[in-house]
């Protein structure tokens, strides 16, 4: 192939790869995806077109959601270069998208350069780049705003260099190399490690390293990767207290490799031991061939290219299969999207993605020698089964991504439809419950200076920010079995307040009786013919005119409800009832009270439900 086509085919598999990966977004993820995680890396690239990298700390209800308060700062739990992108790409051309593209064509581009440069092969190395950017998985995360495929792209990019640069005996290669794997250490240390390691240890025990000696080779890598790894340092010193402690760990220290309790948050873990450990590897090594382009058949292409193959530098491409599945058999994620989330379902081996390169480089040199020995039928065979195989493993992941779309799409059209302004809304399950989020599109700007603030619904601290921004109207997202419903607020307050409800009892329902909850004591009072209740609620520093008024806790959630057991029913029974947060305020002569309550449902011997619509507890004033 000559240099001109070489450049041409390059060029094309650029377009094409970047192509896919803005398309993909738009098709499967225009409002994020069921990972969440991506929602987080472009909060932080619009913080970082701020010039910060953080928040202040009374930003805490509005925070993307793997971040965590340290000290005075709200700080996340990634690192700067892939925001960064996102960043730079979106001042550049309007659209954080780009970033998307430029990301997806280098990584398939490197793919192609790393094969040259270890075969030699040009026609093979476009193959490669080919196979790799119509991998499922590296087109599913190609259309994410998740990291995977940035970092492996630097620790391509690293490798080439590293590659090329030792056997040219090349000081600005080896330098830049340097650069570059510190940029991968600065945004995923161990994924850098894993990724070039093998290349690293090929520069080293390679026998032409253009008149440098081993001592020469570190030395121009090191320099490179010296400044690089102290700014990071510095980034750890300055954010998270301490230049060792990694931003990954703000969020605690379960997060990490080894077994045990492990999870994102402490208050949110699952047991993770050393056979969920090997359970994980086996359910992503089962999983791969199905996300890559080819399927099974890539897998045996592979393994007749490595086989066809000579040279030093291939085994450092193959170590990648075997280094990243083991290095990441003692972390809990590759398990955790088999077992506890969809992930490997929707996006794939994802935490794996350096596997898809010695497959995609090997399986292209297997296929272009089954091509080269001109047997045209069964080229056109094989090539037939890798193209049927790949559109085989599409829908599912499609489908699965679009009704997650959908979902969220829901929740957007119900926001939408309040027409809110001026207005504060909160929201469930965020904050550190924003890996189960359904709104990770609903984002706040970092200077809080929008129509509609999001904060995360937080039971009594909701009051103070209702008093921090007096002029926002109040709202609450709500859920109601697969609904979402969009409430107004009030806060009410005074040294005593009534609850008057209307209490609903379903036919047949025996034994309905009223209730409320405050604190650890329960009041309860018989149902009247009438359904009607009222209970009145007093500050604790105040003096009550009433004395059956329930005197509340200093801030909480009370609820009020109604208990019945309706026909049928052998367990506990039925309860109905709406949350309210409250607080004191005053020296504790004044309560406020945030209404009205959220409803909740649960059915005998069932959990707790949302049950916003056709609640039969209702509030009168």
Not at 102 to 119: D, G, K, R
Not at 446 to 455: E, G, I, K, N
Not at 485 to 493: H, K, M, N, P, Q
């Amino acid at each position: 192939m000559t240099t001109g086509r070489w450049r041409a085919a390059l060029a094309v598999l650029a377009l094409v790869a970047g192509a896919a990966a803005v398309l993909t977004n738009l098709a499967l993820f225009p409002l994020y995806s069921f990972n969440r995680d991506d929602s987080v890396y472009v909060a932080m690239a619009r913080l970082i077109q701020t010039g910060a990298v953080t928040l202040p700390a009374d930003a805490d209800a509005f925070r993307p959601w793997a971040s965590a308060v340290v000290g005075d700062r709200v700080v996340l739990k990634y690192t700067p270069p892939w925001p960064a992108v996102i960043a730079a790409g979106d001042l550049l051309t309007g659209s954080p998208r780009a970033a998307l593209a430029v990301s997806a064509a280098a990584a398939a581009v490197l793919v192609a350069l790393l094969t040259a440069e270890v075969f030699r092969d040009r026609v093979v190395a476009v193959a490669a780049g080919a196979l790799f950017a119509l991998s499922p998985v590296v087109v599913v995360q190609s259309g994410t705003f998740l990291p995977y495929l940035f970092s492996l792209a630097l620790g391509l990019g690293a490798a080439v260099l590293l590659l090329s640069g030792t056997r040219l005996g090349s000081t600005p290669r080896l330098v830049a190399a340097g650069v570059v794997a510190g940029v991968a250490a600065f945004a995923r240390p161990f994924d850098a490690l894993l990724t070039v390691a093998p290349f690293a240890l090929a520069a080293l025990l390679a026998g032409e390293r253009g008149g440098l000696s081993r001592l020469g080779v570190v030395l121009r890598v090191a320099a490179g990767a010296l400044p690089v790894l102290a700014l990071t340092l510095v980034y750890n010193a300055v954010v998270v207290g301490g230049p060792f402690r990694l931003p990954f760990t703000v969020t605690g220290p379960q997060d990490t490799f080894g077994f045990g309790d492990r999870g994102v948050f402490p208050q949110y873990t699952v047991h993770f031991t050393a056979a969920d450990g090997v359970t994980g590897l086996l359910a992503n090594a089962v999983a791969t061939p199905g996300w890559v382009a080819g399927g099974v058949v890539l897998v045996a292409l592979a393994a007749l290219g490595l086989a066809r193959t000579r040279g030093a530098g291939r085994w450092a491409v193959a170590a990648l299969a075997v280094v990243v599945p083991l290095g990441y058999l003692p972390f809990w994620g590759p398990w955790a999207i088999s077992a506890q989330w969809e992930g490997l379902e929707l996006f794939g081996p994802f935490y794996w993605l350096p596997v898809v390169v010695p497959l995609a480089v090997f399986g292209a040199a297997g296929l272009t020698w089954v091509v080269r020995r001109r047997r045209s039928l069964a080229a056109a065979v094989v090539v037939a089964a890798m193209v049927g195989l790949t559109a085989l493993a599409v829908p599912g992941p499609v489908a699965g991504n679009r009704a997650v779309t959908e979902e969220y799409r829901a929740v957007q059209r119900a926001v939408a439809a309040a027409d809110l302004d001026d207005a504060l809304l909160f929201l469930p399950r965020r904050g550190d419950l924003g890996f189960e989020s359904d709104t990770p599109f609903l984002q706040n700007d970092p200077s809080l200076r929008q129509p509609v603030l999001y904060a995360e619904q937080r039971g009594a601290a909701d009051l103070a920010l209702a008093e921090r921004f007096p002029d926002r109207a109040l709202h609450r997202l709500s859920d109601d079995d697969g609904s979402t419903v969009v409430e107004s607020l009030r806060v009410d307050a005074g040294p005593t307040v009534p609850l008057r409800l209307r209490l609903t009892a379903p036919p047949g329902a025996a034994g309905a009786v009223a209730y409320l909850r405050a604190g650890d004591r329960t009041h309860e009072q018989p149902l009247d013919p009438s359904g009607e209740v009222t209970w009145t609620v007093a500050a604790p520093g105040a003096a009550p005119s009433d004395p059956s008024a329930v005197v509340l806790p200093a801030d909480g959630v009370l609820a009020v409800g109604l208990a019945a057991r309706l026909p049928g029913d052998d367990g506990p029974g039925a309860r109905w009832e709406r949350r309210i947060a409250h607080r004191t305020v005053d020296g504790g002569d004044l309560v406020e009270l945030l209404r009205p309550g959220q409803a909740w449902a649960r059915a005998d011997g069932g959990g707790w439900e949302p049950d916003a619509t056709g609640s039969p507890v209702e509030e009168l004033g």
